[in-house]
């Protein structure tokens, strides 16, 4: 059974509609024809519809015929759908099918994994070391996880300080659990990660957003946070380097930040340090818990995920205060126990390759740097782009709303963050992330996870998208 690429499919992820081609069409030097897709792509394009745009009648429907109330949980019929994780995967999937997408969007190192690192793991099935681990992690693992807080931090934390959890994103939520209550609020800078909002709901508290301006390199205002915090204000969360602008906050900032912190008894920090050791000199990384006042009031949220490489490895870790993270390993026990038995075991080796992952990590973040100045370079030469030079992780969090408004032939109107990314992607075949799922609608966050040659590709993909909108728009 087959069947052609449809614009529902494409606009279910985006929230937006667009004519996708029905007949052969010059994409830049690619010519694009509908090809067939296969059933198991129609079973995946339902599940994206069904998750953009879930259909309350017929879940009510299906209830009322079978007599057997079948519907949801009110919590998690407000949660949105990861945008990051629906487009991702919808590209894999043109991707498989045969169409020839430029994929930017997902936040995944496409280097391999470490040899010594993946070694370890290999070693780990072959010794048998496949059980059951600890609840909280191996032994091993925490007791390294403390050296490198030592060492690279300036933290001092003991093993049953430590809980190892299926990658950083269970950590982060796990934390958020702990300590929110239903109306606590959660303090977000935007633009933010798409998941801490939606974390914030499963708490059943409030996410309160502070926006941020590309003028300021999306860091947050002191006196801004200042202004907006209650008695109802629990949790701060920041992210530095930042998903998805890239920036990192200066040890003076988050002085400062430290200080209208330690005036709010009941407010604690989730500080999301997953970038850590991506980063770009001269900007140096400051551990929030490593400010005065600041270590028992700290949450902090590490994994190996994006340093080592090791996404599939699902492998992330929690630091803070012993009653917290005791309360984390206690959800943690009754939704998925510990961590995988063999991952620790690689994490254990990626943690022994020195400092900030030695000569390894080094060399893949050369690499980040010299596609992140590329990027930079290129769009600062086109009209009407703005951009925020990244000091680490590896995206670019692009402002293209200088475009909005535009009419483009055979598509129709831009007017905001998804459009325009619809329009990259159904038009010139090129995935990014709308801004709007990330809390900023004024740009679009592109992934430089990937080489050269496939940046430059994509580089004048968007160039060629962007050269027919300027007859619509002043720019």
């Not at 800078?189 to 059943?204: F, G, I, K, M, N």
């Not at 206690?330 to 080796?349: C, D, F, N």
Request: aromatic share 8%; hydrophobic share 40%; glycine share 6%.
């Amino acid at each position: 059974m087959s069947s052609h690429t449809s614009a529902a499919v494409i606009s279910s992820a985006f929230t937006a509609t667009a004519p996708y081609p029905d007949s052969k069409k010059p994409i830049g030097s690619i010519r694009f024809q509908p090809l067939p897709l296969s059933l198991s792509y129609c079973k995946i394009s339902s599940r994206i519809s069904a998750m953009a745009k879930p259909n309350d009648a017929e879940a009510l429907l299906s209830s009322t015929s079978s007599s057997v109330d079948t519907s949801l949980s009110p919590r998690v019929k407000s949660l949105k759908p990861s945008k990051t994780m629906v487009i991702t995967d919808l590209a894999s999937t043109l991707v498989q099918s045969g169409v020839p997408v430029i994929r930017l969007a997902a936040g995944e190192p496409d280097f391999d994994t470490p040899r010594v690192v993946a070694e370890a793991g290999v070693n780990a099935i072959r010794d048998g070391f496949t059980r059951y681990s600890l609840n909280a992690g191996i032994t091993e693992l925490r007791e390294a996880i403390c050296h490198k807080l030592k060492e690279e931090n300036g933290l001092t934390y003991a093993p049953d300080q430590i809980l190892v959890s299926n990658g950083a994103k269970q950590s982060l939520l796990q934390a958020v659990l702990a300590v929110c209550s239903p109306g606590d609020e959660v303090i977000i800078p935007a633009p933010y990660w798409v998941s801490y909002t939606e974390q914030a709901r499963l708490a059943d508290a409030t996410p309160v957003i502070i926006p941020t301006k590309i003028s300021d390199n999306f860091l947050l205002d002191p006196k801004d946070l200042e202004s907006r915090l209650t008695e109802k204000s629990r949790l701060l969360i920041l992210c530095s380097p930042s998903n998805p602008t890239g920036s990192v906050y200066p040890k003076s900032l988050l002085e400062e930040i430290a200080r209208i912190i330690a005036k709010h008894p009941r407010l604690m920090v989730l500080s999301d340090e997953i970038y850590e050791h991506i980063i770009y000199a001269p900007a140096t990384h400051t551990s929030f818990a490593s400010l005065p006042n600041m270590y028992e009031r700290t949450l902090t949220v590490n994994g190996f995920s994006k340093a080592f490489a090791m996404t599939g490895w699902r492998l992330g870790y929690l630091a803070g205060p012993k009653h917290i993270v005791a309360a984390c390993s206690k959800l943690q026990g009754q939704v998925s126990s510990g961590a995988s038995s063999i991952a620790q075991k690689a994490g254990v080796a990626a943690l022994g390759l020195g400092k900030a992952g030695g000569e390894t990590v080094a060399e893949m973040v050369k690499a980040y740097r010299e596609r992140r100045d590329f990027l930079v370079k290129n769009f600062r030469e086109m009209e009407g782009v703005k951009i925020s030079e990244p000091q680490g992780a590896f995206y670019l969090f692009i402002d293209f709303s200088a475009y909005y408004g535009a009419e483009a032939e055979g598509f129709g109107l831009i007017s905001d963050s998804s459009s325009l990314a619809l329009y990259f992607l159904d038009k010139f075949q090129v995935a990014t992330v709308p801004g709007d799922a990330f809390g900023d609608d004024t740009c679009i966050r592109i992934s430089y996870a990937t080489s050269l040659d496939v940046l430059r590709a994509a580089v004048e993909k968007i160039r060629k998208a962007l050269e027919p909108l300027r007859a619509t728009v002043s720019v």
